[in-house]
């Protein structure tokens, strides 16, 4: 399985360094008002790729930062709720 993940990763950025390589070419963007920037097109997708990108990352990050804050309570309060190990054994024996 890791070599089909290899593969997969290895078509995509064969493709990716193609498409970069085939369409190398300025793109004119307007911004506010009458202000204008020359940006390479693969450069101005990437870009629009991480603006996409960051907030669903942070999303994640932040879903994964809760859920270990509660496995973490769970786990503090299960082992505070358990008896000392060999607390079975003293009861026993009196």
Do not use: C, Y
């Not at 990437?46 to 669903?56: A, C, N, Q, R, Y």
């Not at 994640?60 to 309060?77: G, Q």
């Amino acid at each position: 399985m890791q070599f089909l993940k290899t593969v997969f990763w290895v078509l995509v950025a064969v493709v990716v360094a193609l498409f970069s390589f085939r369409n190398w070419t300025p793109v004119t963007v307007n911004l506010w008002g009458d202000i204008q920037a020359d940006i390479k097109m693969p450069i101005l997708l990437l870009v629009f790729f991480l603006i996409g990108f960051l907030p669903t990352w942070l999303l994640m990050r932040t879903r994964i930062w809760s859920h270990r804050r509660r496995v973490d309570a769970l786990e503090r309060s299960r082992a505070s709720m358990a008896p000392a190990p060999g607390a079975e054994d003293v009861e026993a024996e009196q």
